[in-house]
């Protein structure tokens, strides 16, 4: 559908590209950003035209959130295409990747197909498919990688599954590399993390729980970087949450290795105190760990050695979260949270809002090889409009998701979306 001319005037334009943040307006055309700039003003506005004061609002890229879960097929009573969708939409996410660990999972071109006719059909928001890496994740066969991404698919990984063994690890790399792929695994040595729920340690034993200790990730991390360094595959590791990961990433960097990396909105905005006496909603994978390591991702984020943040978006029903610590399904809803959440780190100054903006629109659009999360004449017009200073109490029953599991229940959070464009076209407001 083609829309009619936007103007958005009196904005902070936050451009992620050159992380800067200026006053000024913004013009869409045929779903494209036609002018952008201080220059941007009532004089340059066509006929017809729908003209918004955003009265010192932020104007920004749409965000890029590379890992989503969504139940279709198998699991629509967790979450459908048109939730996930309103979701994405009222929280500011333009673009969405979902995971492939659905059911049955996606390791066939049919199933890559069936979401993107699912997703032409009932989403407001860019929704892309991941695809297996390996045959029915089960990390023995390896997937149809080229047929999956002639089909569409934009990443490869086998969801919440590690790959365990080495050689077919190596195996799919080197396939991926051949198509010019992107492997974006989990990293956890499931030997390793045993039968852990929280992070290992003090806490961990105060609350009697079983530990997970932070080798489980960084283990499987490095075996990862040094596959990448014999096969040379393009390789995003989607979330990291320890110092020694962050080592890891660094050398692999200092040695000339063009891997990626991720970090999950709550590993940055959480910690294991957070768990406080047996939250369910807070069991998350990877686990929240203590204050001095969610300090480290936050410098790490800084610094540009993890260059995305994603939302982890993991729906999960009552039944599965109203259990026993240990026995309760792992995970939490965060596309809709996801910037109120990363809009603390630059309330605290650990961030400038610029550079919070382009881990979450600009990096993870340049790793998927997308032509959206820039703010200049003829990017895609997938724009968000929010105040960063809005205040509000969490309601999880005003969120748009099937689910409830947020970690966020009756929290202070600042950010509110007030638009959220598509090409042009409003897909929230």
């Not at 032509?371 to 200073?389: E, H, K, Q, S, T």
């Amino acid at each position: 559908m083609s829309a009619p001319p936007v103007a958005l005037l009196n904005a902070r334009l936050v451009d992620p590209e050159r992380e800067t943040e200026v006053r000024g307006g913004l013009l869409v055309r045929d779903g494209v950003i036609a002018a952008v700039g201080p220059a941007v003003n009532r004089d340059q506005i066509p006929e017809g035209a729908r003209v918004v004061d955003c009265a010192g609002d932020v104007v920004a890229p749409g965000l890029v959130d590379m890992r989503a879960f969504v139940g279709e097929p198998g699991a629509e009573h967790r979450e459908t295409i048109a939730s996930l969708s309103a979701a994405a939409a009222a929280g500011g996410v333009t673009s969405v990747v979902v995971r492939p660990d659905a059911s049955p999972p996606v390791d066939d071109p049919a199933m890559v197909d069936f979401i993107l006719r699912r997703a032409g059909d009932d989403s407001k928001v860019r929704i892309f498919p991941s695809a297996a890496l390996t045959k029915g994740l089960a990390g023995r066969e390896i997937a149809e990688i080229g047929l999956l991404a002639e089909a569409g698919a934009i990443l490869f990984s086998d969801g919440s599954r590690s790959v365990a063994d080495a050689q077919t690890m190596r195996r799919a790399m080197t396939y991926a590399r051949d198509f010019d792929a992107l492997v974006a695994p989990v990293c956890e040595d499931a030997s390793l993390k045993g039968e852990g729920v929280v992070a290992e340690g003090l806490r961990a034993s105060w609350l009697g729980l079983p530990g997970v200790p932070r080798e489980a990730e960084t283990v499987a991390l490095e075996r990862d970087l040094r596959l990448v360094a014999l096969t040379g595959p393009r390789y995003h590791a989607q979330m990291i949450s320890n110092r020694l990961s962050i080592e890891a990433m660094r050398r692999a960097r200092d040695a000339g290795c063009g891997a990626t990396c991720g970090v999950s909105i709550n590993s940055v905005s959480l910690n294991e105190l957070d768990v406080g006496d047996y939250r369910t909603f807070l069991k998350l994978s990877p686990p929240l760990r203590g204050e001095d390591e969610r300090m480290a991702l936050v410098e790490a984020l800084a610094d540009g050695v993890i260059d995305v943040i994603c939302s982890d978006h993991d729906p999960q029903d009552v039944e599965t979260k109203r259990l026993p610590f240990a026995e309760a399904a792992t995970g939490a809803i965060g596309v809709e949270t996801m910037l109120s959440a990363s809009l603390r780190l630059v309330t605290a100054g650990h961030l400038s809002l610029p550079r919070l903006i382009r881990a979450m629109t600009l990096r993870p659009a340049q790793i998927l090889r997308l032509p959206v999360g820039r703010l200049c004449v003829g990017a895609p017009a997938d724009l968000i409009r929010f105040d960063p200073d809005a205040p509000y109490v969490l309601d999880p029953a005003d969120l748009h998701s099937r689910c409830r599991n947020t970690p966020f229940d009756a929290a202070r959070l600042e950010g509110r979306v007030k638009l959220t464009l598509v090409a042009g076209l409003v897909a929230n407001e």
